[in-house]
């Protein structure tokens, strides 16, 4: 499927879907106990999903909205075998755009950091990057050997 034919948009909660989603990316979730947290948050948070033409959600986004004036993204993941074709930046177009109506200033994302080894974070960070988001500060939030980068987008008032 080309990278613009996927549409995304806000939907009920699909914690059975942020589950399996979850197990086809093992390099990036491995945690037991953090994947059952995504899953517990997928119960009750704001869900935003692309689902291919047999109506399977191929990707979620939730979302966190701490103020009125920021939308944090709190979880964005996709199936596998569709990487890199666009669905992960469907979904953030359309939390974008439904933030920018709400007059929402800033989106926010925490991911691993530069000073982590892993490769496969690197190519998430390089997604972030590329849909405009910038580092912000990397920190000690998660623990030691667990970097976390605080990455922030602003965006134009509605
Ligand atoms: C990161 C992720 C959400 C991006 O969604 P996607 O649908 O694969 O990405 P898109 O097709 O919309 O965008 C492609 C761009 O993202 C980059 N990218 C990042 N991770 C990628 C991956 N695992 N596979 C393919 N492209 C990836 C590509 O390099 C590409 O940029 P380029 O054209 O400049 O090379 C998705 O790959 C994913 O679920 N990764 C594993 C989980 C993860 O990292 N979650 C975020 C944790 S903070």
């Given at each position: 499927m080309s990278s613009t034919a996927w549409v995304a948009g806000l939907d009920q909660q699909v914690p059975e879907d942020v589950a399996r989603l979850l197990t086809t990316v093992p390099e990036w979730f491995a945690q037991p106990d953090s994947n059952e947290e995504y899953i517990e948050a997928a119960r009750s948070k704001e869900t935003w999903t692309v689902r291919n033409d047999e109506g399977m959600v191929v990707g979620v986004t939730l979302i966190d909205r701490h103020f009125p004036h920021v939308a944090e993204v709190h979880l964005i993941v996709v199936d596998r075998s569709v990487h890199g074709t666009g669905v992960g930046t469907a979904m953030l177009r359309a939390v974008e755009d439904d933030a920018v109506r709400r007059g929402v200033r800033l989106l926010q994302v925490k991911t691993l950091g530069?000073?982590?080894?892993?490769p496969g974070y690197a190519r998430t960070r390089h997604f972030y990057e590329r849909w405009g988001f910038l580092s912000l500060e990397e920190t000690a939030l998660w623990g030691e050997g667990t970097p976390c980068l605080i990455m922030v987008k602003p965006l134009p008032a509605s």
């Open positions: 530069a000073s982590h080894p892993d």
